[in-house]
Structures are given as C-alpha cells and as structure tokens.
C-alpha cells in the first residue's frame, strides 16, 4: 500500500468529487426486479433510487489485441440506477457491468473526507453488493478494468481572474500574453492529455476545461483527473494495490500539473 504520508497534501483542496468503480463482465441474470431488493440493503443509508442511462464501457489497452466484445443478448438494456445517500454526499451506481461509488461536496462546508475515507466507503458498499450476487446466486463480479477519477473545481477569483492566467494554474498550458495579438481573450478552452501507468497497469488521463457552476453561474476550470487500468493478477488484493497506485498518480499529477503559487496561497500545501 502507497504510504499516503509521503504524498502531497493540500488544507483546502479545489476536489469535489470522488469516484472510484470497476468495471466487469456483464451479469446478464441481473435483472430489474433484483435491483428493488439490493435497494432495501442500502435504503436505510441512501434512500432515493434514481435511474439514469448507462456507461458505455472504455477499455484502456496496450497491445494490438481486439476490443473486449460485450455478448449480444435478447434482453433490453438495463437502466444505471442511483442509491443516493441521505446527507447526498454519496452515491452508489449499478448497472450490468459495472459498480462505482461517489463521494461529491454538496454543502460549501463539506470537507473531503480524504482517500482512505473514500476507499474504504467503495469497498464497503462492493462487499454489500458482491454479498447480494452471492445470496441471489446471480453470478460473480468477473473484474474487466478499475477506475478512479478526482473532480476538482477552481473558480475565477481564486488566484484566477481570466482565463487568460490559465499560465498562472496550469503552467504547461499557458497562454502568451502580447497586446500585439489578433487573439487577446479567451473565452473557453480545453486541454486533455494522457500518461501511462507503471508496467502498462493503466492510464491517467487529465482534462482541463472551462465551464460554469451550476448553483451559482460562476465561471470556473473544471479539472478532472481519471486513473484507469488493471494489473495483470486480478486478484481483490492487487485490486486495492491498483487504487492505491492510482490515488498515488492522481494525487502526484495534481501538483505536478498545476502552479506553486496556487500551491501556496489558494490550497494551502502543507506536504
């Protein structure tokens, strides 16, 4: 396990959400029927269900081998439902082949509750639906690829004026000042780029976008970074050893990729 003690820690981190699932071989047996008796295992901690459509699967690979081929099947798509927990901070997603769980800030006063929060949450909530597979004798979770993704928000104001100083947050994507230029302001832009994971276990992939708050309208720079991948032994321990690796790069990428200024004075790095 990555000693998480070593790793870079912020006071006010800009995170938002947390989203940690995998993705597996589709149960076919699952049906919608199923879904209403997992819900009373959850209920008493999340007790709004929601239906929302589902994932498509994205598989990271690093061969020349054929995409994984999802079986063709008589049986209509099943709908991704949401268990959505009572204070709204979590959120448990299930759909045929694939199980994740979100921890989002709703309130201005919530504090993300940090990774080992976070994994132990996911972990907890697999096992209760793992249990249910096993009591309904519906399958077993045959894992495909993991995933862990960090939302993190940075408003105008905080240390960002205009998207102009994107320079100022995102050093490697900055943008020339020059009052000779055609182009002087930005009004919207996005980056995406892409890094691969120790021994081909996996990707990180980073997305810097402007956008605008939903509650307020506030403009700001949604910056999300995704860990996907696998290691080749899919036993449950190199599973947590594969979170543990991916919290590591997310977390070391976050402050590689933005700007020590931003470091000192708007999320108070303390490591």
């Keep these: 396990m990555t000693?998480?003690?070593?790793?870079?820690?912020?006071?006010?981190?800009?995170v938002i959400e947390v989203v940690c699932g995998?993705?597996?071989?589709?149960?076919?047996?699952?049906?919608?029927?199923?879904?209403?008796?997992?819900?009373?295992?959850?209920?008493?901690?999340?007790?709004t269900c929601q239906e929302t459509a589902p994932l498509a699967p994205v598989i990271e690979r690093f061969d020349e081998s054929p995409p994984v081929q999802m079986e063709l099947t008589d049986r209509p798509p099943l709908p991704r439902v949401w268990f959505v927990h009572r204070n709204e901070n979590g959120i448990v997603q299930i759909q045929r082949d694939r199980f994740l769980?979100?921890?989002?800030?709703?309130?201005?006063?919530?504090?993300?509750?940090?990774?080992?929060?976070?994994?132990?949450?996911?972990?907890e909530r697999l096992a209760t639906f793992e249990s249910f597979l096993e009591e309904t004798k519906l399958g077993s979770i045959e894992p495909l690829q993991y995933?862990?993704?960090y939302v993190n928000h940075i408003p105008k104001?905080?240390?960002?004026?205009?998207?102009?100083q994107i320079g100022d947050v995102f050093p490697d994507f900055g943008w020339r000042p020059d009052e000779s230029r055609f182009l002087q302001?930005?009004?919207?832009?996005?980056?995406?780029?892409?890094?691969?994971?120790?021994?081909?276990?996996?990707?990180?992939?980073?997305?810097?976008?402007?956008?605008?708050?939903?509650?307020?309208?506030?403009?700001?720079?949604?910056?999300?970074?995704?860990?996907?991948?696998?290691?080749?032994?899919?036993s449950k321990e190199a599973m947590w050893d594969w979170f543990d690796l991916a919290h590591e790069w997310?977390?070391?990428?976050?402050?590689?990729?933005?700007?020590?200024?931003?470091?000192?004075?708007?999320?108070?790095?303390?490591?």
């Design 22 to 47: 995998l993705l597996f071989k589709s149960i076919e047996s699952l049906l919608a029927p199923h879904l209403g008796v997992l819900w009373e295992k959850f209920k008493d901690e999340y007790p």
């Design 147 to 149: 995933e862990m993704t």
């Design 157 to 164: 104001g905080d240390g960002l004026e205009s998207f102009n």
């Design 101 to 123: 769980h979100n921890w989002k800030k709703v309130r201005p006063g919530d504090a993300y509750p940090r990774y080992e929060t976070v994994i132990k949450m996911f972990g």
């Design 250 to 271: 997310i977390v070391r990428g976050f402050a590689d990729l933005t700007g020590e200024n931003m470091h000192k004075t708007i999320w108070k790095r303390t490591r």
């Design 185 to 234: 302001t930005r009004e919207s832009f996005t980056c995406r780029t892409s890094f691969t994971m120790p021994d081909e276990t996996g990707r990180l992939h980073a997305t810097i976008r402007s956008a605008v708050r939903r509650d307020d309208n506030l403009p700001i720079i949604l910056f999300e970074l995704t860990a996907r991948g696998m290691s080749k032994d899919s």
């Design 3 to 14: 000693d998480s003690a070593a790793l870079p820690e912020f006071e006010n981190p800009p």
